[in-house]
């Protein structure tokens, strides 16, 4: 995730291309929209861009933005269940404003170390 330094001067800790949707906004339901997302974890804060399926996106052109964060202060993790999806390997985030989102990996050494990175960053910062 080196690239990823020069956005906010500190390293990320995680970073990856996931199938990501939002299934919940502020406690409301909303549409699922499952797209290939460029995936960053740094500090407490999970980073969210849309792009092309590639890391190298992230300072292309329009694409030098996150489009989407979320704080997993408070937060929750939890393996979705099958009335959630019927994608394999589908971890369900919820945080503490309402928000849900899932995140998906066809591979499953991949998901597994996202649901252990983002499992601990929820437990470091369970007391902030
Ligand atoms: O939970 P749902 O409603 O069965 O989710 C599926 C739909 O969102 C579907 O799109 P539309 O019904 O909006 O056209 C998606 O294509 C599917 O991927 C969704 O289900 P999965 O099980 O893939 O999360």
């Known amino acids: 995730c080196t690239h990823v330094l020069l956005l906010s001067l ?8 996931l199938n ?11 549409r699922k929209n499952w797209a290939s997302t460029w995936t960053v974890l740094q500090g407490s804060s999970l980073l ?5 399926g590639s890391g190298t996106s992230w300072f292309g052109g329009n694409q030098s933005k996150p489009e989407f964060m979320v704080d997993l202060r408070g937060g929750s993790v939890e393996w979705a269940s099958k009335e959630k999806s019927s994608k394999k390997h589908v971890i369900e985030l919820k ?4 928000t849900e989102l899932l995140i998906q990996s066809e591979i499953d050494t991949v998901i597994n170390d996202w649901f252990r ?8 910062h369970a007391w902030e």
């Open 10 to 17: 500190s390293p990320s800790e995680k970073c990856g291309v």
């Open 48 to 52: 969210f861009a849309k792009g092309q």
């Open 20 to 30: 990501v949707t939002k299934i919940t906004e502020h406690g409301k339901k909303v």
């Open 95 to 98: 945080t503490r404003v309402g």
């Open 117 to 124: 990175a983002l499992s601990e960053t929820i437990n470091t």
